[in-house]
């Protein structure tokens, strides 16, 4: 089978602020995309990766194509993951039936500037229907708790992250082709190469 893992640019930060005259709302944005990996240029200017700089990351700040994203993965591929922010789950919604939302919670976050610590992400997981059934004895669960890699890379996910997601989608190492559709700092492909244990 063929399974997918993205991790795409989350989508933009929305808040309600009650600044306008009368006390009227507006809703404002904040990038992700281009802060993190486009023209803004956090990265570059803190000397990161050049890997983790994309021309085109502002179309990330469209929650259209997200959307577009998780329909492209559900019609190419027998099952698949995307992560996103806990906010960044509307962009997705509704998700196709059988779908599973699974959280990491980080034991070490980045600080983000607000008041509240994001200190979790969420993973839609969509596992193969064929393999909805429990392998065995392994029971995955929907919730893990472990820091992110120390590499500098924003976004990087920690290699028991994605046994974690591959466990979710039942992947068979003999049987199943995994595409790492944001290849990013490359954890992903090297911890499915490497066959990384929990």
Not at 54 to 64: G, I, L, M, S, Y
Request: glycine share 10%; aromatic share 8%.
């Amino acid at each position: 089978m063929r399974l997918a893992i993205a991790d795409p640019p989350y989508p933009p930060r929305l808040s309600a602020r009650a600044d306008l005259a009368g006390g009227r709302v507006r809703t404002t944005t904040r990038s992700r995309a281009r802060r993190w990996y486009g023209d803004q240029g956090t990265p570059r200017a803190r000397g990161g990766d050049a890997a983790d700089f994309h021309p085109a990351a502002a179309e990330w700040d469209d929650p259209r194509r997200h959307r577009q994203l998780l329909e492209e993965l559900h019609d190419t591929y027998d099952g698949w993951a995307i992560a996103t922010t806990l906010d960044g789950l509307d962009a997705y919604a509704p998700a196709p039936g059988g779908t599973r939302h699974l959280i990491w919670h980080k034991r070490r976050a980045m600080p983000n500037g607000g008041r509240i610590a994001s200190t979790c992400e969420a993973v839609l997981v969509y596992p193969p229907p064929a393999r909805l059934a429990r392998a065995g004895s392994l029971t995955v669960p929907d919730l893990l708790s472990c820091s992110p890699p120390a590499i500098g890379f924003p976004g990087a996910k920690p290699p028991q992250w994605t046994r974690w997601v591959l466990d979710a989608l039942a992947y068979d190492q003999d049987l199943d082709e995994v595409v790492d559709v944001f290849p990013g700092s490359g954890s992903v492909t090297n911890a499915a190469r490497n066959g990384v244990l929990l």
